[in-house]
Nanobody, 116 residues
Framework: QVQLVESGGGLVQAGESLTLSCAVS????????MGWYRQTPGKQRDFIAS???????NYADSVKGRFTISRDNAKNTVYLQMDSLKPEDTAVYYC??????????WGQGTQVTVSS
């Protein structure tokens, strides 16, 4: 079992920055990849960024160059640094821990609201 707890969401103005954190506990050694997703009401949950156990990263085109995913293994925490935020970045952001494709865990989500 893996437990994920997000924090750091809030209300910011367009152009500002925000950092989300995802604290990971449980069977951490089983996790192959950590990721961030976001979801707005009535829409599917979309991929934002991921980081593998080896450190390689991947980003959605919509956030490339503005968002940075990182991890602190000593703190068992994954971060999402979000810069140059836009109103369209408003969503609930979810942390994801993947053991294998189709076998993953989710956090409870944290709201990010960007005002124009």
């Amino acid at each position: 079992q893996v437990q994920l707890v997000e924090s750091g969401g809030g209300l910011v103005q367009a152009g500002e920055s925000l950092t989300l954190s995802c604290a990971v506990s449980g069977s951490i050694f089983t996790i192959n990849k950590m990721g961030w997703y976001r979801q707005t009401p009535g829409k599917q949950r979309d991929f934002i960024a991921s980081i593998r156990s080896g450190g390689s990263t991947n980003y959605a085109d919509s956030v490339k160059g503005r968002f940075t995913i990182s991890r602190d293994n000593a703190k068992n925490t994954v971060y999402l640094q979000m810069d140059s935020l836009k109103p369209e970045d408003t969503a609930v952001y979810y942390c994801n821990g993947e053991i294998l494709p189709g076998h993953d865990y989710w956090g409870q989500g944290t709201q990010v609201t960007v005002s124009s």
